[in-house]
Antibody
Framework: QVQLVQSGAEVKKPGASVKVSCKAS????????MHWVRQAPGQGLECMGIINPSGGSTSYAQKFQGRVTMTRDTSTSTVYMELSSLRSEDTAVYYC??????????WGQGTLVTVSS | DIQMTQSPSSLSASVGDRVTITCRAS??????LNWYQQKPGKAPKLLIY???SLQSGVPSRFSGSGSGTDFTLTISSLQPEDFATYYCQQSYSTPRTFGQGTKLEIK
């Protein structure tokens, strides 16, 4: 069965960076795009961007351009999302999600990132 | 970016009720519309993909319809486990965008 296992919760100071990992198993890693979605406390879902694990190409939402970097390691079937210049508004749960037939049937468990001085 | 607008933002209903949630896209997205259910503290769960296809394992009381800019999610007979927040999402273009959510509460 498909599993996406994310790294643990993080607490960061404003201005710092955070790197969240998402390890995939149960399917051919390079065959499906991976997306990153975040959800601030009590708020809705927000797509941050997408990575093609096959070639590593990425597409980021304009809101995050210049601050987000998505990468992958095919040897460990892991994708990463790094967000820099953190501010309090970046406090959120960050999810990876596998795209399949246009939807996201598989999600990681979520990683809480707290930005606080 | 394509804007997705859901209505209503919240809804009170009773077990056994038929419920409809609507989603409108700011431009045509063909049938590239997905619906998710989210419960507190959990990741979203895919219910419907490409507007009307039922995700494996999802009860048949959930159905979706629409194309172009207007879409609906219908729950034919609400069950206690259906009280949650529902989101639509377009997968026509990047960045993918979600509606603001519809919170379905028990009346």
């Amino acid at each position: 069965q498909v599993q996406l296992v994310q790294s643990g919760a993080e607490v960061k100071k404003p201005g710092a960076s955070v790197k969240v990992s998402c390890k995939a198993s149960g399917y051919t890693f390079t065959s499906y795009y991976m997306h990153w979605v975040r959800q601030a406390p009590g708020q809705g879902l927000e797509c941050m961007g997408i990575i093609n694990p096959s070639g590593g190409s990425t597409s980021y939402a304009q809101k995050f351009q210049g601050r987000v970097t998505m990468t992958r390691d095919t040897s460990t079937s892991t994708v990463y999302m790094e967000l820099s210049s953190l501010r309090s508004e970046d406090t959120a749960v960050y999810y990876c999600a596998r795209e399949y037939r246009s939807g996201y049937p598989d999600w990681g468990q979520g990683t809480l990132v707290t930005v606080s001085s | 970016d394509i804007q997705m607008t859901q209505s209503p933002s919240s809804l009170s209903a009773s077990v056994g009720d038929r419920v409809t949630i609507t989603c409108r896209a700011s431009q045509s997205i063909s049938n590239y519309l997905n619906w998710y259910q989210q419960k507190p503290g959990k990741a979203p769960k895919l219910l419907i993909y490409v507007a009307s296809s039922l995700q494996s394992g999802v009860p048949s009381r959930f159905s979706g319809s629409g194309s172009g800019t207007d879409f609906t999610l219908t729950i034919s007979s609400l069950q206690p486990e259906d009280f949650a927040t529902y989101y639509c999402q377009q997968s026509y273009s990047t960045p993918r965008t979600f509606g603001q959510g519809t919170k379905l509460e028990i009346k």
